[in-house]
T-cell receptor, first 116, second 109 residues
Framework: KAGVTQTPRYLIKTRGQQVTLSCSPI?????VSWYQQTPGQGLQFLFE???????NKGNFPGRFSGRQFSNSRSEMNVSTLELGDSALYLC???????????????FGEGSRLTVL | QQPVQSPQAVILREGEDAVINCSSS?????VHWYRQKHGEAPVFLMI?????EQMRHEKISASFNEKKQQSSLYLTASQLSYSGTYFC??????????FGKGTRLHILP
């Protein structure tokens, strides 16, 4: 069974540009969550999608957006990049979502974004 | 708000025990624990459900006190393979899984 796949693995952008990251969840998983990981801050919750609907959103500015497609694949977009957006962006999939299903999160290896 | 983990870092010798604590200001439904090794993705260890039993994963166990909104991870007779960063991730009543900042654990031979 293939795991969670994130692309690209590494990318370098300059301030002001925009970036799109992709996540393919484990087959059959309908929930996809996105986290930003920076040293010392742990994993900061960005948003969660379930069946193409955004269920929850973290405290990030509107420059951060996402979507989920009918095949459960998800993308996140960051517009007008800032230096502080440099981070590892992790995607996690799970069978269900929230209190309805307390299943584990399966993480991809992440997309490491560097903003110059 | 992020749950608070303590300590922030621990250095142990192989065979020693450790406890990692996690507390939240919000009412919790359950608590996940994950371990992340350097350069790798976080990996699920266990989940504690409200009213559930204490869980175990190898020689790692955890407890959940829903009244105090706290969870603790117990590492017994630590092994070199236990090195990494441990995260608690409670599921709160807003249906969000929010990760703590992590506890770095380093095991010395």
């Amino acid at each position: 069974k293939a795991g969670v796949t994130q692309t690209p693995r590494y990318l370098i952008k300059t301030r002001g540009q925009q970036v799109t990251l992709s996540c393919s969840p484990i087959s059959g998983h309908r929930s996809v969550s996105w986290y930003q990981q920076t040293p010392g801050q742990g994993l900061q919750f960005l948003f969660e999608y379930f069946s193409e609907t955004q269920r929850n959103k973290g405290n990030f500015p509107g420059r951060f957006s996402g979507r989920q497609f009918s095949n459960s694949r998800s993308e996140m977009n960051v517009s007008t990049l800032e230096l502080g957006d440099s981070a590892l962006y992790l995607c996690a999939s799970s069978l269900g979502t929230g209190i309805v299903s307390t299943g584990e999160l399966f993480f991809g290896e992440g997309s490491r974004l560097t903003v110059l | 708000q992020q749950p608070v983990q303590s300590p922030q870092a621990v250095i142990l010798r192989e065979g020693e025990d450790a406890v990692i604590n996690c507390s939240s200001s919000k009412a919790l439904y359950s608590v996940h624990w994950y371990r992340q090794k350097h350069g790798e993705a976080p990996v699920f260890l266990m989940i504690l459900l409200k009213g559930g039993e204490q869980m175990r994963h190898e020689k790692i166990s955890a407890s959940f006190n829903e009244k105090k909104q706290q969870s603790s991870l117990y590492l017994t007779a630590s092994q070199l393979s236990y090195s990494g960063t441990y995260f608690c991730a409670p599921l709160d009543r807003d249906d969000k899984i929010i990760f703590g900042k992590g506890t770095r654990l380093h095991i010395l031979p």
